[in-house]
Nanobody, 124 residues
Framework: QVQLVESGGGLVQAGGSLRLSCAAS????????MAWFRQAPGEEREFIAG????????IAADSVKGRFTISRDNAKNTVYLQMDSLKPEDTAVYYC?????????????????WGQGTQVTVSS
C-alpha cells in the first residue's frame, strides 16, 4: 500500500507563486518516477510535470514550461512542484502520482498511486 499526501495548495493572486509538496510512504520512494497532474472543473485531468527516480531527468507540459519546476528529495520521500508566474487558468485540483517505472511519462495509466489532491486557486 502506498500513500501520497499533497499539501501547499491555496489561494494566490495572478503572478504569484506556490510550492506544492507530496509526501510518500509505504514503499521505496526513490525507486520510481513521480508526477503532478491537475484537473480543472469540467475538464479532464492533465499531465503537468514528471521526474525520474533519481531526480536527474524531468519532463513538463508546454503550458507550464518555464513557470513550474518539479523536484524531489528522496531522503525525505517528498516530491515538490514550484509554481511561479501563476495564471488564473492554472486554477485546478493538483494531484501527485507515483509510478513503479523509473522514467517519467506523461501517460496517466503508468501511474499506479495517486494522492487525494490539493486545490490551487489563482485570482485575477
Amino acid at each position: 500500500q502506498v500513500q501520497l499526501v499533497e499539501s501547499g495548495g491555496g489561494l494566490v493572486q495572478a503572478g504569484g507563486s506556490l510550492r506544492l509538496s507530496c509526501a510518500a510512504s509505504g514503499r521505496t520512494f526513490s525507486s520510481g518516477a513521480m508526477a503532478w497532474f491537475r484537473q480543472a472543473p469540467g475538464e479532464e485531468r492533465e499531465f503537468i510535470a514528471g521526474i525520474n527516480w533519481s531526480g536527474s531527468s524531468t519532463i513538463a507540459a508546454d503550458s507550464v514550461k518555464g513557470r513550474f519546476t518539479i523536484s524531489r528529495d528522496n531522503a525525505k520521500n517528498t516530491v515538490y512542484l514550484q509554481m511561479d508566474s501563476l495564471k488564473p487558468e492554472d486554477t485546478a485540483v493538483y494531484y501527485c502520482a507515483a509510478a513503479t517505472r523509473r522514467e517519467a511519462t506523461n501517460i496517466q495509466g503508468f501511474y499506479k498511486y495517486w494522492g487525494q489532491g490539493t486545490q490551487v486557486t489563482v485570482s485575477s
